[in-house]
């Protein structure tokens, strides 16, 4: 399965700049979204999705990854309609696994087991969420929160779609997993801290 990395995002709350580019721990915040990509065995071609806001993340990418991982400059219009647009300018028109470059805590292992769920929900899309129980546990509070059959989960940013039907609105499976990794995005300062407390212990 082919994966792409959304990247293009301004970062506004976090405003320290190209936020994929922040420095975690000695390296770019996206790379440790890159790094477990790129040790998934279910994980093929890798691409990042830059925009005019982000025009350093695609130059950083291409000088860390020597050609490995591939850069796709979209418009910057709006999350969906880049995502749709890196997909087809990729060529994929299969499964894809779609990702925030903002989750550093995410792993090789976890990637193709959420994968692995993909395979078996006999759905064309499956988004991935954590119980709000695991945010709160964080000290975390999320922007968006659904809820399903009485319970409230948040997504992940993270999203198997069938690219051939990039375009279409796609038949959707949640998978819920109590997985606090999945739960940190870095979107403050204090989940900046937060990332970096976990990871100096991981």
């Known amino acids: 399965m082919d994966a792409i990395v959304m990247a293009g995002g301004l970062?506004?709350?976090?405003?320290?700049?190209e936020k994929p580019c922040i420095e975690v721990l000695g390296k770019p915040l996206i790379s440790y979204v890159i790094d477990s990509l790129e040790g998934a065995k279910k994980i093929e071609r890798?691409?990042?999705a830059v925009s005019p806001a982000t025009p350093n993340t695609g130059k950083v990418v291409l000088n860390y990854y020597d050609g490995r991982v591939k850069v796709?400059?979209?418009?910057?219009?709006?999350?969906?309609?880049?995502?749709v647009?890196?997909?087809?300018?990729?060529?994929?028109?299969?499964?894809?696994?779609?990702?925030?470059?903002?989750?550093?805590?995410?792993?090789?292992?976890?990637?193709d087991s959420i994968i692995s769920e993909y395979e078996k929900?006999?759905?064309?899309?499956?988004?991935?969420?954590?119980?709000?129980?695991v945010c709160r546990s964080l000290g975390i509070r999320p922007d968006t929160v659904f809820n399903r059959d009485g319970n409230l989960i948040v997504p992940?940013?993270?999203?198997?779609?069938?690219?051939?039907?990039?375009?279409?609105?796609?038949?959707?499976?949640?998978?819920?997993?109590?997985?606090?990794?999945?739960a940190l995005n870095i979107?403050?300062?204090?989940?900046?801290?937060?990332?970096?407390?976990?990871?100096?212990f991981d």
Do not use: W
């Open 46 to 48: 890798i691409f990042v």
């Open 85 to 111: 647009y890196a997909v087809g300018s990729a060529g994929i028109s299969e499964p894809v696994l779609i990702i925030m470059s903002d989750l550093p805590l995410i792993s090789s292992d976890l990637i």
């Open 121 to 133: 929900c006999g759905k064309p899309a499956m988004s991935v969420h954590v119980p709000i129980s």
């Open 156 to 182: 992940t940013g993270i999203n198997i779609l069938d690219g051939k039907n990039i375009q279409q609105e796609q038949e959707d499976f949640n998978l819920i997993l109590k997985i606090p990794e999945l």
């Open 187 to 200: 979107n403050t300062v204090d989940n900046l801290k937060r990332c970096k407390d976990l990871l100096k």
């Open 72 to 83: 796709i400059m979209t418009g910057g219009g709006n999350y969906v309609g880049d995502m």
């Open 11 to 17: 970062g506004k709350r976090l405003d320290m700049g």
